[in-house]
């Protein structure tokens, strides 16, 4: 169990080895004492499971009546699915509140004398407490299509042949994601959750027409969730393709939700918001006793959320699944006009040419822009293999914690002035290190690479061939590189030299302690400004996908013990 900040930074770890035959366990308890949040490192478990959790908390359990060698079970039906959407957002990750331990209490009660038919009569089976199971139902394998051949175009729920220009892309958009919201609550809460939205039932609507002076305002879509008979309701404001967000249109949402008592206002675009660096400058009447927040998505986050529910979580049947992957064709089309961000501004070319040119200086606005959008970049492709892997992909920033984010992208501007690169840090759940980016505008070339720590004990050749024998079925010119202590460079080489001879991997001087290895890709950079085949964008995403499949992939498990015997008895 590992508990970390905001951004991802882990600060404590708690590691719970040998835990024998237990059905629940209690890893840790997080509450507040004295206006302070602390957490407690636990590790109980019980072989009584949920109930002598639950037991053991002061809650009573009573037996189901069922036949001996049967177990009562309750599964969830698609119409009881909004009674059990609290228990589901619970397992999804999405808790409403955190409860604290130390406010309950396991009273025992009092127990009289026992006669002798209660002390002889069986006794009875350990009770079970009723819980609903969630249904997982992953998308069925593909069969072989009865078309007769690749031109024939299967039928979807969602078309995106009829779309001519950005409004049609916009409305259809906007009516699509919003009706699977309403029909599939566990994506619909996915999205909402962020936004203060309570776990409810769900509806939207699209093209509303709302009274704000002279001409009445139409937002993209609205949703409104309802629980305990309140409502709570979003203004939805839609851009499709590169268009971007008109502040006079927020404006105008955020005036109409502020004196009608919405909750929030959501931008929906392809472009990525980042901490300190608004898309749309709007006022906020601090003097309103209601006041309404703005928040933005993007596409690719959609994108992210349906694919996680479909390929690695479920959301309930058969038919919701297939909803979500019909919403997913769609959004990935390339006339959806739903791709996520796919620019980097026309600030690249210019900074790429001063780079090359030295001519580019420090306090460069270009440089600061082009640092925006590759801060936008990493995000997205945190999500991509986020959504691939079924894993949490955060980007890792070494920085102060309460640094001011535009004081930090300046100083990577002028960084970027000096070095020309632009480099970033992805933390991947799973995987034994940060997974490191750097774009080399002078070289034109993309490195991608990992730092591997040295194992505790053993011997440094050991160590050396263990690697090599994890990386057979890596790129042949992956990069090797020994770490040593004082950070003076040790021998490196590519795979292919190294496979043979892995004890080129050693220092000449036996005295130098090895810290590590670090393994690195290197590839070509595209050069345009978009997400076209030869885009910069495209070859950022390809150079992670390659590196984490073909390398990070066989690092991330440690070896078991039979794994480690035969390996030493290899060596």
């Not at 619909?188 to 959750?193: N, V």
């Not at 776990?199 to 939207?204: A, F, L």
């Not at 851009?239 to 109409?256: E, F």
């Not at 150079?543 to 290899?570: I, M």
Request: glycine share 8%; aromatic share 4%.
């Amino acid at each position: 169990m590992t508990l970390a900040d905001a951004v991802g930074e882990s600060l404590l770890r708690f590691v719970i080895e040998d835990a024998g035959e237990v059905s629940a366990i209690i890893f840790g308890e997080l509450y507040r004492r004295a206006e302070e949040w602390k957490f407690r490192a636990v590790g109980q478990g019980y072989e009584s499971g949920l109930a002598g959790l639950a037991t053991d908390f002061g809650v009573d359990i009573e037996d189901d009546e069922a036949e001996p060698g049967t177990e009562p079970e309750t599964e969830t039906e698609p119409e009881a699915e909004s009674e059990t959407a609290v228990a589901e957002d619970t397992a999804a990750g999405i808790a409403p509140d955190v409860r604290s331990r130390a406010t309950l209490e396991a009273v025992p009660a009092p127990r009289g004398p026992v006669d002798a038919e209660e002390e002889a009569a069986p006794k009875k089976r350990t009770a079970r407490p009723r819980t609903a199971k969630k249904k997982v139902t992953p998308p069925r394998a593909p069969v072989k299509s009865l078309a007769e051949n690749e031109s024939w175009k299967q039928a979807r729920l969602f078309p995106v042949s009829a779309l001519k220009n950005d409004r049609d892309r916009e409305t259809r958009a906007t009516s699509v994601l919003l009706s699977v919201m309403a029909q599939v609550p566990r994506f619909g809460r996915r999205i909402t959750a962020p936004f203060g939205a309570p776990s409810g039932r769900m509806e939207t609507f699209t093209e509303v027409s709302l009274p704000h002076g002279d001409t009445p305002r139409r937002p993209d879509g609205v949703i409104r969730v309802e629980r305990a008979g309140k409502l709570w309701t979003a203004l939805v404001e839609t851009k499709t393709n590169g268009n971007p967000l008109r502040s006079d249109q927020v404006q105008a949402y955020m005036d109409i939700a502020a004196r009608r008592g919405y909750e929030a206002v959501i931008t929906l675009s392809n472009d990525v918001a980042l901490e300190g660096s608004p898309l749309v400058d709007v006022k906020i009447d601090r003097r309103r006793k209601h006041q309404v927040a703005l928040w933005h998505l993007s596409w690719a986050e959609v994108a992210h959320q349906a694919q996680m529910l479909i390929r690695h979580e479920g959301v309930g049947n058969a038919a919701r699944t297939w909803l979500l992957q019909d919403l997913l064709h769609y959004l990935q089309h390339e006339n959806s006009g739903c791709h996520g961000f796919q620019n980097m501004g026309s600030a690249w070319v210019p900074v790429r040419n001063g780079i090359n040119d030295e001519t580019l200086c420090q306090g460069d606005p270009r440089a600061l822009e082009v640092v925006e959008s590759w801060e936008r970049l990493i995000r997205q492709v945190c999500l991509r293999l986020g959504g691939e892997l079924g894993q949490k992909v955060l980007p890792a920033q070494r920085t102060r914690r309460g640094t001011d984010p535009g004081a930090r992208r300046a100083r990577l501007a002028d960084q970027l002035c000096l070095e020309g690169r632009l480099q970033a840090e992805l933390r991947v759940e799973g995987a034994p290190g940060l997974l490191t980016l750097s774009a080399d505008l002078r070289t034109a070339k993309l490195r991608t690479s990992v730092e591997i720590p040295a194992p505790e004990q053993g011997y440094p050749l050991t160590w050396a061939k263990r690697l090599v024998r994890r990386l057979a079925e890596a790129p042949a010119d992956l990069h090797v590189e020994t770490l040593v202590e004082g950070g003076t460079g040790g021998p490196r080489g590519t795979l292919e030299r190294l496979r043979p001879e892995p004890a080129d991997l050693l220092p000449k001087d036996n005295a130098t302690r090895i810290t590590g290895f670090r393994l690195s890709l290197f590839k070509g950079m595209g050069s345009g400004r978009g997400s076209a085949e030869s885009g910069f964008i495209r070859s950022v995403d390809d150079a992670v996908q390659r590196f984490h499949s073909s390398v990070v992939v066989h690092l991330d498990a440690p070896a078991s013990g039979r794994t480690v015997a035969k390996e030493r008895a290899a060596v």
